[in-house]
């Protein structure tokens, strides 16, 4: 079994940051191509090719938060599992091969619900100004908060929040995927080259396999998060999906998975790959 240790709080804080900035900036582009396509009022009404960039500030604002509590979650929840496991083979407990891809699968997962507390709103403000329903993330936001008065502060809560399920929906099992395979694989390279660390080269290449797979898979509920995030009125899930089924057809469902698998394909080498690099760069000084 691979010697590696797993990154500190401190370090998962900064590099997840890091990453989360650094992967949302450099696609932003692609992800406001992917809303377009999903919007139901289509792809040419909601911008087409102009303003690529609109919205992104809200993306900057939620980029690093968000993904510092997604990996300090996640390495965290990993770690206390893996403890905890550990504990119970030196016992003599006997250990079962699958227990280290649920513990990722539990972990991931965890951490999808913490980062969600800082993603769904900067989702439902970015998509709205990507989709031209608002020239900027500040106005769609100003947009949301001047309901105040006629929905009062928990109707402009539930607003930003809007959309909270099916993203908790989508993430989970897109996270269910992706980590327990991005984690797999980087075992796999350390087994092979006998050391106790990868790449980030490495890393990255492995979050971008196993990024487009989970994308893939997940576009369906990516469509219906959208659909709902950009609805004028607050809709529920079942009934959405029926009318989405009734006015397009299954197809419908897999708008945009192009652009979202290329987009997460390369983001995943990117958020994955620069979180490994900050990840061993830091262990790097702390231990000198």
């Not at 619900?113 to 709205?128: D, G, I, L, N, S």
């Not at 928990?154 to 929040?161: A, D, I, T």
Request: one cysteine or more; a positive charge.
């Amino acid at each position: 079994m691979s010697s590696q240790t797993n990154p500190t709080f401190t370090t998962a804080l900064l590099s997840g940051a890091l990453a989360g900035t650094t992967v949302d900036l450099s696609l932003y582009p692609l992800d406001t191509l992917k809303t377009r396509l999903q919007s139901s009022s289509g792809f040419l009404a909601s911008g087409g090719f102009t303003g690529i960039y609109r919205g992104v500030g809200s993306a900057i604002i939620g980029s690093a938060p968000g993904a510092a509590l997604f990996f300090c979650t996640y390495e965290y929840s990993k770690s206390f599992l893996s403890a905890r496991r550990h504990a119970r083979q030196v016992t003599g407990a006997e250990i079962g091969e699958w227990e280290a891809p649920v513990e990722h699968m539990v972990a991931a997962s965890l951490g999808e619900v913490a980062a969600c507390a800082v993603r769904v709103p900067t989702e439902v403000v970015k998509q709205r100004a990507q989709a031209g329903q608002h020239p900027s993330s500040l106005s769609a936001l100003s947009a949301i908060l001047s309901q105040h008065r006629s929905i009062r502060v928990s109707g402009v809560w539930r607003e930003l929040y809007r959309g909270w399920s099916v993203t908790i929906m989508r993430e989970v099992p897109f996270t269910v995927i992706q980590f327990p395979l991005w984690e797999s694989m980087k075992e796999y390279r350390r087994r092979k080259t006998g050391k106790d660390g990868i790449t980030a080269l490495e890393s990255g290449l492995f979050g971008s396999a196993a990024g487009a797979i989970a994308a893939g898979f997940t576009t369906p509920l990516d469509v219906l998060k959208t659909r709902m995030m950009l609805a004028k009125e607050k809709t529920a899930m079942i009934p959405l999906l029926k009318q989405i089924l009734k006015d397009s057809g299954p197809r419908a469902f897999f708008a945009g998975i192009g652009p979202r698998v290329l987009w997460i394909s390369a983001g995943g080498a990117i958020f994955l790959g620069s979180y490994q690099w900050a990840a061993n760069s830091i262990s790097e000084r702390q231990n000198r």
